[in-house]
C-alpha cells in the first residue's frame, strides 16, 4: 500500500530466483521510507541515495531546473551547464583475483585523475526573484489569470536580477511535468501589442518624418484602411506624436508606420532583438517570429506597428527596452556570473531616445495615461503597456474573448538603472485585463524594493517629501 504497488507485479518481483535481492521500488519520499521500516519486515531494507535539494524551491525553479534520477541536468541552468557542474570521473588500474566475485587485491597506478565539478553563479538576485514571484501571484490568483511571467535587467551591467513565473513547480519533487515546468519567459511567445509602439515610432522619429510634437489625425472612431478596421479603445481626435504613445492609440500608430517602408520599419525591430534570440543560450529558448518585410501587405505594414502579426519572448522585449536605458544603446544580457562582457550596439541616437524616454514617461501620468498603477513614489519611472488578443492555436485567428496583458518599463528616468517586463497570460476582463491594471502594479512591487535594496537615489515629484521624512526620523534617532 505504501509503495503503491499492485500484487501482482510485487509477486512476480518475488518470484525472480535468479536474484539474492529484489528492489521493489527506487526514489521513494523519505516520510514513506520511514514508515515502511518502522514496521520491521523482515528482509526489507533500504538504501540511501544522494541526489540534488534545491532549497529555493518555486521562485527559482525554472532558472536552474532540475536533474534526472541518473544525475544529468534535464531542464535549466542544470541542463546548460550539465557537463561543467557534473566534473570528470577518474580512471586506475587495479589487480583482482580471478574468483566468481572478483575482489581488488592491489593497485598498479590511476591513469587519470578525477575532476570535481565547477561552481556556477548566477546573476539573479534571490530577493527580487521572491518579490517579483510573490507579486506575479497576487496579480495571477486576483485577476484570475492562466500564469504570469516577470524578467528584470540590471540596465547597466546586462545582468538579469529576475527571471521567474507563477505558477512554479517544485523542484524537489518525483513528478516534474506539465505546462508549467518550461521557463515560460523564454519558451513562450505572444504578440507583444502596444509595447512596440514606441519603437515603430522611434524609427519615424529617426528618419525625421515626424517629431514628438507632430499632430496626427485619429479620427472620432474605427479608421478603415485596406478593407479593414483599426480601433482604438475610444476616440481621441487630432494628438501629438507623443499622446500617441501616451493613451496608445493603434490608429496613430498606423498611420505614422504609413510614412516610413516596411524595411526601415522591419530593420529597426531587429536592431532592437525582434526575430531572433538573446543569446543568453538557455534551454527552449525561441526566436519569435519576424515575418520578412517582403511579405508584409500595407495592412501587416500597419498592423505590425502597433504588435499584431509577430510574436516575441518576454525576455526579448525586456532587452529591447534597454536601448531606451542606455541612451540607444541594444545591451547585451547574461545569466550567468563571469561570462565575458560583450559591447553594447547603438540601435538610436541620444535624441530619439531622449524623445521616446519623455513619451514612455507620459504613460504612467495619473493624467490620462494607460498604466498610473506602475508608478512608483518617489521616482519617476516610464514604459509602456500591452493588451493583445491571444491566437487561437486550433482555428487559427483570435480569441477575442482572451488576452494577453503586458507591461514594459524601466527607471530611474534621469538615470535608468532598471528595466523590467511583465506580462500576465489571461487576466479575465471582469477583473481588470488592460496591461496596465493587471501588470502595472507588478512592476511597481518590484521596482520600488530593487530602488530601495540598491540604494538607487530618488527623482521624483515627491523628493523633497521624502528627504523631509528622513531628516524627521533621523532627529527621532538622535532623541
Not at 82 to 92: Q, V
Not at 445 to 450: C, D, G, L, N, S
Request: proline fraction near 4%; glycine fraction near 10%.
Amino acid at each position: 500500500h505504501l509503495l503503491k504497488l499492485r500484487i501482482v507485479d510485487l509477486d512476480k518481483k518475488l518470484k525472480n530466483k535468479k536474484r539474492r535481492a529484489v528492489r521493489l521500488k527506487k526514489n521513494i519520499a523519505p516520510g514513506i521510507k520511514i514508515k515502511i521500516m518502522g514496521l520491521k519486515i523482515e528482509g526489507i531494507s533500504s538504501n540511501k541515495v544522494y541526489k540534488r535539494f534545491y532549497p529555493e524551491n518555486g521562485p527559482v525553479a525554472h532558472v536552474v531546473g532540475f536533474t534526472g534520477s541518473n544525475g544529468v541536468g534535464q531542464e535549466g541552468i542544470e541542463m546548460l551547464m550539465n557537463k561543467a557542474l557534473a566534473g570528470e570521473k577518474g580512471k586506475k588500474i587495479n589487480l583482482i583475483d580471478g574468483k566468481t566475485t572478483p575482489r581488488v587485491i592491489g593497485e598498479f597506478q590511476s591513469i587519470k585523475l578525477p575532476k570535481d565539478g565547477e561552481d556556477i553563479k548566477l546573476t539573479i538576485d534571490l530577493r527580487l526573484q521572491n518579490e517579483a514571484y510573490n507579486a506575479l501571484k497576487k496579480s495571477v490568483e486576483k485577476h484570475e489569470a492562466v500564469s504570469g511571467s516577470a524578467v528584470l535587467l540590471d540596465a547597466k551591467t546586462g545582468e538579469i536580477l529576475v527571471m521567474t513565473n507563477y505558477p512554479s513547480f517544485n523542484p524537489n519533487g518525483y513528478n516534474k511535468s506539465g505546462d508549467f515546468i518550461r521557463n515560460r519567459a523564454v519558451t513562450d511567445v505572444f504578440e507583444p501589442g502596444s509595447t512596440m509602439k514606441p519603437i515603430s515610432i522611434a524609427a519615424s522619429l529617426e528618419k525625421n518624418i515626424v517629431n514628438k510634437n507632430t499632430l496626427i489625425d485619429t479620427g472620432e472612431g474605427p479608421y478603415k484602411y485596406e478593407g479593414k478596421e483599426i480601433r482604438d479603445t475610444k476616440a481621441h481626435g487630432v494628438i501629438t506624436v507623443k499622446d500617441i504613445i501616451k493613451v496608445s492609440s493603434n490608429i496613430g500608430s498606423a498611420k505614422i508606420s504609413q510614412k516610413i517602408s516596411s524595411i526601415n520599419l522591419a530593420t529597426m525591430y531587429k536592431k532592437f532583438g525582434y526575430g531572433k534570440k538573446t543569446g543568453i543560450n538557455f534551454p527552449g529558448e525561441v526566436s519569435g517570429v519576424l515575418r520578412k518585410h517582403t511579405k508584409w501587405r500595407k495592412i501587416d505594414h500597419s498592423r505590425v506597428s502597433y504588435g499584431y502579426g509577430m510574436n516575441s519572448t518576454l525576455i526579448q522585449s525586456a532587452q529591447a527596452y534597454t536601448v531606451f536605458a542606455n541612451k540607444g544603446e541594444l545591451k547585451p544580457i547574461s545569466l550567468i556570473k563571469g561570462k565575458d562582457e560583450k559591447i553594447s550596439k547603438r540601435v538610436l541616437s541620444h535624441k530619439t531616445t531622449k524623445d521616446i524616454l519623455d513619451m514612455l514617461e507620459s504613460v504612467t501620468d495619473n493624467d490620462g495615461g494607460t498604466a498610473p498603477k506602475a508608478r512608483v513614489y518617489g521616482y519617476r519611472v516610464a514604459g509602456k503597456t500591452g493588451t493583445s488578443w491571444k491566437t487561437d492555436p486550433i482555428n487559427g485567428g483570435y480569441l477575442k474573448d482572451k488576452y494577453i496583458s503586458s507591461f514594459v518599463g524601466l527607471g530611474p528616468v534621469t538615470n535608468p538603472r532598471f528595466v523590467m517586463a511583465v506580462v500576465i497570460d489571461e487576466p479575465l476582463k471582469k477583473r481588470g485585463y488592460s496591461g496596465g491594471t493587471s501588470a502595472g502594479p507588478v512592476f511597481s512591487k518590484v521596482m520600488a524594493k530593487a530602488f530601495e535594496w540598491y540604494s538607487v537615489d530618488a527623482d521624483g515629484l515627491e523628493l523633497e517629501e521624502i528627504q523631509n521624512k528622513k531628516e524627521v526620523y533621523a532627529d527621532k534617532r538622535k532623541l
